[in-house]
């Protein structure tokens, strides 16, 4: 039942926005009743802790498995594979978690605020900090917020413009993660270092 009153309100909060999504609506989506819905849930900012959280949970752990990765922008360039796989493999999540206005999430439980280890966002930084100190990228790139957000949303460009536009036949689509390799190809080349590619 928890499940079920999950996927129906990640799906209704991405179609319909959050705002305009009810508890009731939710129930009446899965053909429960209300008050079955509350006794998981004490309210609509629950529903969306719980899928926020457990979302950017399984982001973080994509990026986990990267940490062998000794050199940093070889990991840099496999975050951002990941990140593109992961969207393109979990799009409804995706759309929730980055195309979906809904109120800042504060206490995503189980993932630390800045703790690589369970951070997405953390463990990017630390990475572009790495690349950086190692003296990988252009002198003056020190800022290892800024990198993590250039890069970030280079990639989250290419990942919403297919959710949103894939079906378009106005623009002769590429296959994306031909584009998304070329793509970071051409980020890694424009913050690296002279001679460091």
Known sequence: MRHNILEAAREMFV?????????????????????????????KEALLTELTTQDFRALGQAFQKLGAVSDPVERLRRIGRAYIEFGLTHPMHYRLMFMTPHPAVKDQKGITQGDPSQDA?????????????????????KDAQQVAQMLWAGCHGLVSLHIAKEHDDWVEWRDIRETANEMHDVMMKGLAREGTL
């Open 121 to 141: 966002y953390a463990f990017l930084v630390q990475s572009c900090t790495e690349a950086i100190a190692a003296g990988r990228f252009r002198p003056e790139l």
């Open 15 to 43: 179609r319909r926005g959050y705002e305009a999504t009810t508890m009731r609506a939710i129930a009446d989506r899965i053909g429960y009743t209300p008050t079955a819905i509350y006794h998981h849930f004490r309210n």
